[in-house]
């Protein structure tokens, strides 16, 4: 069984930034495959970024150069950092993981752009 708890969330002004944060419980955080995703209102959740038990990252097409993701294996947390955010990238953002057959999903947190 895999626990995943996000922060980090907030409001947000237009161009501005945040940093999301997703503690992994366990001690094998280390080969898990993080994910990012994130659904705005009405809207089908969408896939964010990932970054491998190896540190290789990928990022959706429309976050690239906004958004990246980034992982401290000793600490089991994985990072979002958000820079240049616009009022479209609101949405309850969710950390994931894939491990053993099985999906595992945080509680999500909340990111408004607004002013």
């Known amino acids: 069984q895999v626990q995943l708890v996000e922060s980090g969330g907030g409001l947000v002004q237009p161009g501005g930034s945040l940093r999301l944060s997703c503690v992994a419980s366990g001690s094998i955080f280390k080969f898990y495959t993080m994910n990012w995703f994130r659904q705005a209102p009405g809207k089908q959740r969408e896939w964010v970024a990932t970054i491998t038990s190896g540190g290789s990252t990928n990022s959706a097409d429309s976050m690239k150069g906004r958004f990246t993701i980034s992982r401290d294996n000793a600490k089991n947390t994985v990072y979002l950092q958000m820079n240049s955010l616009k009022p479209e990238d609101t949405a309850v953002y969710y950390c994931?993981?894939?491990?053993?057959?099985?999906?595992?999903w945080g509680q999500g947190t909340q990111v408004t752009v607004s002013s």
């Open positions: 994931n993981t894939y491990w053993m057959n099985k999906d595992y």
